[in-house]
């Protein structure tokens, strides 16, 4: 018997999924929210966590990183198969750093989850070939973690000001960190650098 | 027989909840990303489309205008049942807009699905009372349809000339309705008001 444990935000979708799965008599199927999934004491781990890198909580502190610390080597011994989307590298990176085991796109089927799902449960590496262009992409991130950290507060509507505080730095070395993601992302300016970098899942 | 059409744009998601509302006798589902169910020439129009309104695509041109034209006064007689949440108004108000007969969280459970289909199916209002909050602010959307048009061409990026060409108006005016819409939304500044803007699905 394989448990799973499914991590996606909206019920209605992972309620209709773990149902697919719970049909399979191999595989014992629990769900739950990002939030719940990190802070629940689980009384065992399942063998194999499915988790949906869509949600902006799977990149927040109650995301992937505590899921996996917890999980993976901590509390339990799960592996990790990630459900991501080619168009956005970002979240498959994410998954790829913190050494999930199986790649599946979410334009599979729910067949090839269950097929996916049976092949980590043995140790196996699982990539759904759909998502090999994803992974070019997610290796060839042109953003330095510096620059992801200048992003992501500027997409949360921080000032150049309040960047440069929040970061310990001056105003004129963050607008130059904003001049060079505008530029290395290709975008117009600072708010299209930031629509570009949230479609592909950077920030 | 309830023919179901489900409009979602993860194949993995739709399909497994098709097979969910598939198990039940008195229903027939069919499902279709958003693109797909507007273009395509159904041979007869199900009964009930179920709309998840949070895909980009749900506002665009192969959106729920298209699919709304084509299903409810067109090509069928379908009824729209209107998946939200209600923590984004601006999904919720474009549903109502295209008369939705229903309306249900998508945090609710698959069975209430069920049961939101047999009640729109049949003719009558179907209202998930988590939703209640969401339909209030929906109702209250602080900006105008112009301010929207500034807003959503300001969240592509669009520099301030870009939407000044664009709307045919002067660099002034669009300055103002970005200062109108940066205070309307209480934002920090014109990169937090597109934030805010897009949490709430209002762009």
Redesign the interface.
């Known amino acids: 018997m394989i448990r799973v444990l499914l991590v996606q935000d909206?019920?209605?979708?992972r309620?209709?999924?773990a149902?697919?799965l719970g049909r399979e008599p191999d595989l014992e199927v629990l769900s739950a929210s990002w939030e719940h999934a990190a802070a629940t004491s689980w009384a065992r781990w399942p063998d194999v966590c499915v988790v949906d890198m869509d949600s902006p909580d799977a990149a927040g502190p109650r995301g992937l990183r505590e899921l996996s610390a917890r999980c993976c080597a901590g509390d339990g011994t799960s592996v990790l198969l990630a459900?991501a989307t080619a168009e956005r590298p970002g979240p498959l990176r994410r998954a790829y750093e913190e050494g999930a085991l199986g790649y599946?796109?979410?334009?599979?089927?729910?067949d090839q989850?269950v097929e996916g799902i049976r092949r980590v449960a043995k140790g196996e590496r699982y990539i759904d070939e759909s998502l090999g262009y994803g992974f070019l992409e997610a290796a060839e991130i042109p953003l330095t973690r510096r620059e992801l950290s200048v992003l992501s507060l500027?997409?949360?509507?921080?000032?150049i000001g309040e960047i440069a505080r929040s970061l310990h730095l001056s105003n004129g070395t963050v607008r130059n960190y904003l001049a060079s993601i505008t530029r290395k992302t290709g975008?117009?300016?600072?708010?299209?650098?930031?629509?570009?970098s949230r479609g592909a899942g950077w920030v």
């Open positions: 909206t019920y209605l979708l309620a209709a999924l149902a697919f459900l599946l796109s979410k334009n599979a089927s729910p989850l500027a997409a949360e509507g921080s000032s975008a117009r300016n600072r708010v299209d650098a930031i629509r570009i």
